[in-house]
């Protein structure tokens, strides 16, 4: 199914009085609450046994998905469209509908069209609004992300970054790969920096915000281009506002930071992990065994709660 940013939002917010069920559930599944700009954690088996407590208003749902990688078939995973097709079977397979999902970026290994449709071909089981935004493997090809934009671009700004509305929550989608430079930092730019101060302009500082790109808008490790070097300019205009929550893809690991009101979540890919930050000469496929490696891919869910605006961030592995 081929949605696009410009679509509107029409599917009816779903009303089930529940926590997201994670029966079954391998991996790293920690819960994140964020209310008035606090973070906190508890325990996935408080949360289920009713400790989350999520107020009067029904809940609505998201999820993310990231590097997914369509094209890679190297020895740390040689079917990376197989481990995308497993994700797709998982998210299918969750116990509600998400209302919306979120692609943070890396959908092809090399930005060629064929992988592009692949893409959509395996999404297409996904009957949910699909909104993405490009990671630096999606803008590989010789006119600078034209391909990209060609598949997914329909309604953005510049080259590929816009916001929409859903549930009470404002999401703001970046795309701080386009002046990416070989093992350097990412970069936002003046004009996406102008456009962000005009698209927050008019909101209430009580308004949620959730931000999503590629690459970490916090400086995860700068000798690997780990981070966004003008980030300290999007970060400042995000301070007035309670609750942000900022979900970025790139290194294929969780990896959590909270500054004040704002707190940074990094994904899990579907195609194959990376090493923790300096624990190899560079970044890159990560070979594991075969049988762990399901462990360290999956995807993410989270549940915003309109009125008191906490969201529970759960990652699911594909094990």
């Known amino acids: 199914m081929d949605h696009h940013p410009s679509d509107l939002l029409k599917a009816p ?3 089930r009085d529940m926590l997201m069920r994670c029966t079954g559930w391998a991996g790293t599944a920690a819960i ?70 979120i692609h943070s970026g890396d959908i092809t290994h090399l930005s060629k069209d064929e992988q592009f449709d692949d893409a959509k ?10 909104f993405f935004v490009p990671g630096e493997h999606d803008f ?72 999503f790109g590629h690459i970490p808008l916090w400086t995860v490790y700068e000798p690997w281009g780990w981070g966004t070097d003008d980030s300290a300019q999007a970060l400042a205009m995000l301070r007035r506002f309670g609750s942000v929550t900022v979900l970025n893809g790139h290194i ?3 990896l959590q ?25 560079s970044p890159g496929p990560l070979k594991v065994p075969a049988e762990q490696l399901p462990s360290m891919l999956g995807i993410r869910t989270a549940r915003f709660v309109r009125g008191s605006a906490p969201i529970a961030l759960i990652d699911q592995s594909l094990a």
């Open 13 to 15: 917010l779903h009303r």
């Open 121 to 130: 071909q395996i999404l297409s089981g996904l009957d949910t609004p699909i």
């Open 140 to 211: 590989l090809d010789e006119k600078q992300g034209a391909a990209f934009l060609a598949h997914f671009g329909r309604g953005t700004k510049g080259n590929g970054w816009y916001s929409f509305d859903h549930g009470g929550v404002h999401f703001v989608a970046l795309n701080n790969v386009a002046n990416l430079k070989p093992g350097g930092m990412a970069h936002i730019g003046d004009d996406q920096l102008a456009w962000l101060q005009a698209d927050l302009a008019g909101l209430s500082s009580s308004t949620p915000i959730v931000v």
């Open 252 to 254: 294929h690991q969780i």
């Open 32 to 101: 994140y609450t964020m209310a008035g700009g606090v973070a906190s954690s508890i325990s996935l088996d408080a949360a289920l046994a009713g400790s989350f407590r999520h107020g009067k208003n029904q809940p609505f749902t998201f999820l993310q998905i990231s590097d997914t990688h369509i094209g890679f078939d190297k020895p740390a995973n040689p079917n990376a469209r197989g481990t995308a097709i497993e994700a797709v079977e998982k998210i299918k397979a969750l116990p509600f509908k998400p209302d919306l999902i």
């Open 257 to 281: 930071k909270v500054e004040g009101n704002l707190s940074f979540h990094s994904a899990l890919s579907t195609a194959y992990p990376q090493p923790a930050p300096g624990a190899a000469a």
